[in-house]
């Protein structure tokens, strides 16, 4: 900022020189205090530049509420498979003005070509498009992962303009062993914030993670495992996403004197769920059923995360802080009717004013290099009269190993629906190596037909379950030359289909048409018989080798447990 520009404020500040607008007549959420104030608020320049009686063009928001921006501190973009345009045309008319993301799953599949796909919006959208840096990619060396991402890479961008720091520190058990890789990426990020995740550390591993410099977690499941994070310096992710939903079990660690450690984040939001619930703004209306104060959940959507993420201009309707603005029906029902960002008016009534910011939408390198596949392709030899076979644990990401009988004809291994076995496969999809896992899963309830997807944690790979061999075969070809996405397959043909162009993860296409087809493909999957809830993100999971206790990825049968290969047939 230069001299005059500093002058300029300082003079708007005092009321003698313009400023750009005014809202009259309403009341402040003040957060520092943790109250409400009726004051007028004076921008100009992109600031709020003063509280009280101020001259200038003015709005009048009368009987209505004026809060900060809310702000998402941990997110997964890829998890709403919308394009950043599109997912900023979806959350801010919701009062969302920042974020920070983890481009964990763009940059498994694209590398530094992912990364630079989501920096390029950075400062071309109504929203602060905040970066982590992927701490781990490839995410495991059981899988066949579309790039490298590693300490060259993290030199590189640690200081681009829109990178806080290090995200997610999943390899746990490299830190607390002294791993020369994790602590040589630790060392750069020292005097920068690093997020941890580690679900489950406690003692004096948990005191171990917490000296290598971590200052957050966001996997906490259990209320004493929230309540040591805190004590030991933690600050305390709340979880409330699509799959995992934390906020219930861990909101009695929200006291008075915890509150200012403590956030709201998403982590992973499907569309159908921004659609229909909303974002930050759903968070806040839980943490009020659950029995909270409206202005400490607007606290840890706001201050909280602008404190942690050490971003000073963000968090707060107080002069000097940057002029992101939400004006709200009222704190309790949290409808939010217009939206500021520096300043100036980019949300009303539910949509974006002139599709302000919507920037072009860039177009990353198809992500799809799949050697040719055919019914071989899914082919098992029966080599044996007992088999592994992954089981479902219901509600959880969590499967369990058993041994069964070879479900076998004419000595090729087949679904067997009589005991819900049915064929997994997970087809590699990023170097064309021909690789294809294949293995069988228990408890997915699919009666006919075959879902395929390139939405497969961390390597996203194509997974496939099915019935039958001809249905896989047709639901993995098509994403192949669709570019990728959700496909569904019965009878020969795709009955539902959701295109994710972009890596495979998102669609650059509005939300409410994502979403739709998003639940068309979840209807038709279960028209097919598939159990759960949310088949896809079940799906998706599958192929996660570091979730015990049986994982299958395009290079075999995987005992998590053990971090090693199995054979598919016959005990170990």
Known sequence: MNLETLRRRIMAARNKAPVDLVLRG???????????????????????????????????????????????GHLHLESTMLSPPEF?????????????????????????????????????????????????????????????FGLEELSRYRSHPAVLGLAEVMNFPGVIAGDAEIMAKLSLFRHRVVDGHAPLLSGKDLNAYRVAGIGSDHECTLLTEAQE?????????????????????????????????????????????????????????RVQFLGG??????????????????LPHLGAVAPGYQA?????????????????????????????????????????????????????????????????????????????????????????????????????????????TGNVGLGLIQGFGLRRGALASTVAHDSHNIIVVGT??????VAVKHLVDSGGGLAVAAGGEIVAALPLPIAGLMSPEPLAQVAGRYEAVTQASRALGAAMASPFMTLSFLALPVIPALKLTDRGLVDVNRFTFVPLFGPD
């Open 26 to 72: 309403g009341q402040v959420a003040d957060v520092f205090r943790g109250c409400l104030e009726r004051v007028d608020v004076a921008m100009a320049d992109g600031i709020i530049v003063g509280l009280g009686d101020y001259d200038g063009p003015g709005l009048d928001v009368s009987g209505k509420v004026v809060c900060p921006g809310l702000i998402d």
């Open 88 to 148: 900023a045309r979806a959350v801010v008319p919701r009062g969302t003005t920042s974020v920070i993301i983890d481009p964990h799953e763009i940059v498994n599949v694209l590398g530094v070509t992912g990364l630079e796909y989501i920096l390029s919006f950075h400062d071309r959208l109504p929203l602060d498009l905040f970066v982590m840096l992927p701490s781990c990619v490839p995410a495991s060396p059981l899988e066949t992962s579309g790039a490298q």
């Open 229 to 285: 994070k805190l004590a030991r310096g933690f600050y305390l992710m709340l979880r409330e996403g699509s799959a995992a939903k934390n906020l219930a079990d861990l909101w009695p660690a929200v006291t008075p004197a915890s509150l200012r450690r403590t956030l709201l984040v998403t982590d992973d939001c499907h569309p159908d769920d921004i659609l229909h619930q909303g974002h930050m703004d759903r968070l806040i209306r």
């Open 293 to 310: 104060d409206p202005l400490a959940a607007l606290t840890m959507a706001t201050l909280n995360p602008a404190e942690y993420f050490r």
């Open 324 to 432: 992101d603005l939400v004006v709200l029906n009222n704190l309790e029902e949290f409808g939010v009717e217009k939206v500021f960002k520096r300043g100036r008016l980019v949300a009303a009534a539910g949509s974006l004013v002139d599709e302000v910011g919507a920037a072009a939408e860039a177009t990353p390198p198809l992500a799809m290099q799949v050697k040719d596949l055919s019914l071989a392709s899914f082919t098992i030899p029966a080599a044996g009269d007992t088999v592994k076979v992954m089981k479902l644990l219901p509600d959880q990401l969590l499967t369990a190993q058993v041994l069964v009988s070879t479900p076998a004809v004419d000595g090729l291994v087949q679904a067997d629906l009589g005991r819900d076995i049915l064929k997994l496969a997970v087809v590699e999809r990023h170097h064309g």
């Open 468 to 473: 039958n061999d001809a249905d896989m075969l």
